[in-house]
T-cell receptor, first 113, second 113 residues
Framework: KAGVTQTPRYLIKTRGQQVTLSCSPI?????VSWYQQTPGQGLQFLFEYFSETQRNKGNFPGRFSGRQFSNSRSEMNVSTLELGDSALYLC????????????FGPGTRLLVL | AQSVTQLGSHVSVSEGALVLLRCNYS??????LFWYVQYPNQGLQLLLKYTSAATLVKGINGFEAEFKKSETSFHLTKPSAHMSDAAEYFCAVTTGTASKLTFGTGTRLQVTL
């Protein structure tokens, strides 16, 4: 079974721009979560989607948004990029039950200049 | 709310020596506990998971962890370190009521000859 895939793997943007990251979960997984990883803040939860609905949200500004499609693929969007948004963005998928193991993709490394 | 504390941001062991990475958790409800490993420029790979079925959990690559409720600990061990174990290790907690993972700050394991 194929793992979680994320595209693109690397991105360079400038301040003020917006960016969209994509995540394809493991086949059959209905929950997709997003995390931000930075050297200063570590791994922080952004949001979780299940059956096209946001089920849980972390403590991030409204510039960070996401959505999930009917095939469980998910996208996250960051508008008005700031230098501090430079990070590794990780997507994880799991079966529908809460507490289930989350399987992570390789991440998208975003650099904001 | 739940939280995780990983003692020691950097641990160095000799090849063949015991690996011990410490994790203490806080949770108001029975927790699900995880250890993940991250190699450079990669996502997170699941090592093992505790879900209350057994207090001693065996994972991949010879790692195991013991859940001790009285000590609120879930330390990761491996009897004999290998050079390929050099990576960053993250302990994480969640509950059965949410999919959000709360991570510790990570421990970088260095293995020397």
């Amino acid at each position: 079974k194929a793992g979680v895939t994320q595209t693109p793997r690397y991105l360079i943007k400038t301040r003020g721009q917006q960016v969209t990251l994509s995540c394809s979960p493991i086949s059959g997984h209905r929950s997709v979560s997003w995390y931000q990883q930075t050297p200063g803040q570590g791994l922080q939860f952004l949001f979780e989607y299940f059956s096209e609905t946001q089920r849980n949200k972390g403590n991030f500004p409204g510039r960070f948004s996401g959505r999930q499609f009917s095939n469980s693929r998910s996208e996250m969007n960051v508008s008005t990029l700031e230098l501090g948004d430079s990070a590794l963005y990780l997507c994880a998928s799991s079966l529908d039950d809460r507490g289930e193991t989350q399987y992570f993709g390789p991440g998208t490394r975003l650099l904001v200049l | 709310a739940q939280s995780v504390t990983q003692l020691g941001s950097h641990v160095s062991v000799s090849e063949g020596a015991l690996v011990l990475l410490r994790c203490n958790y806080s949770s108001s409800v029975p927790p699900y506990l995880f250890w993940y490993v991250q190699y450079p420029n990669q996502g997170l790979q699941l090592l093992l998971k505790y879900t209350s079925a057994a207090t001693l959990v065996k994972g991949i690559n010879g790692f195991e962890a013991e859940f001790k409720k009285s000590e609120t600990s879930f330390h990761l061990t491996k009897p004999s370190a290998h050079m390929s174990d050099a990576a960053e290790y993250f302990c994480a907690v969640t509950t059965g009521t949410a999919s959000k993972l709360t991570f510790g700050t990570g421990t970088r394991l260095q293995v020397t000859l």
